[in-house]
């Protein structure tokens, strides 16, 4: 039981940290466009926009 419980946990982590890099970098994306907007458009009503991370290959 603690071998298969090992094997899932090596299979899951490296998508877990997948996750959990992707959604640091969108974060980063979105501090990164608000500060542009201030810097570029001080006076300017801002919006906080949505994005979606997507994969796409060759048979999506």
Not at 17 to 24: E, F, L, N
Not at 27 to 47: G, S, T, Y
């Amino acid at each position: 039981m603690l071998i298969v419980l090992a094997i899932l946990v090596l299979l899951v982590a490296p998508a877990v940290i997948g996750i959990v890099r992707d959604r640091r970098i969108d974060r980063q994306i979105r501090e990164a466009e608000l500060d542009r907007e201030v810097a570029v458009e001080p006076r300017a009503r801002r919006q906080r926009r949505s994005y979606v991370t997507t994969t796409v290959t060759h048979h999506s």
